[in-house]
C-alpha cells in the first residue's frame, strides 16, 4: 500500500477516536452543544480521510507524486485546527470564530487539491530500462 494511503488510514483512525470521544462526551453529560464539532471529527476526520486513502491505495501512481503529499498536508492541517476551534466555539469561546473560518479555507484548499489529483491524467508506467551492452 502506498505510504500516502497508510497515512490516511491512520489519521482517519484518529479522528474516529476523537469523533467518537466527543460523542460520549454530550451523551454522558447530557450537553449536545458541540454536536457539529462531533459531525465534522467523523465526516471530514474519518470518513473523508478514509475515501482519500483507499482512492490512494487504488491508484498508487498518482499516490507517489508530491501534489499528494502536500494535499495530505493541507487539509490535514486545516482538519486538525478546525476540530478543537469548533469545539471551543460551540462551547461558548466566540473569539475562535475567526480560527474556525481560516481552518475551514485551509481544509478546503486541501479538498480543491485532491480535485486537481483526481482530475489529472494517469502517467504511464515507465517500463524498465536495461543497460546497453
Known sequence: MPRIANLYFRTAIIFLVLGISIGLHMSISGNHDVTGAHAHANL?????????????????????????????????????????????????NAAMEPVVAIASLIAFAGVLLFAVIIFSREEPARAAVSPAR
Do not use: E
Not at 470518513?47 to 490535514?76: C, D, E, S, W
Open 44 to 92: 471530514l476526520g474519518w470518513v473523508t480521510m478514509a475515501i482519500f486513502g483507499g482512492y490512494h491505495a487504488l491508484n498508487p501512481q498518482k499516490a507517489a507524486r508530491r501534489l499528494a503529499a502536500i494535499q495530505y498536508a493541507v487539509y490535514t492541517f486545516g482538519v486538525a485546527i478546525l476540530i478543537p476551534s469548533l469545539y471551543l466555539m460551540l462551547s461558548g
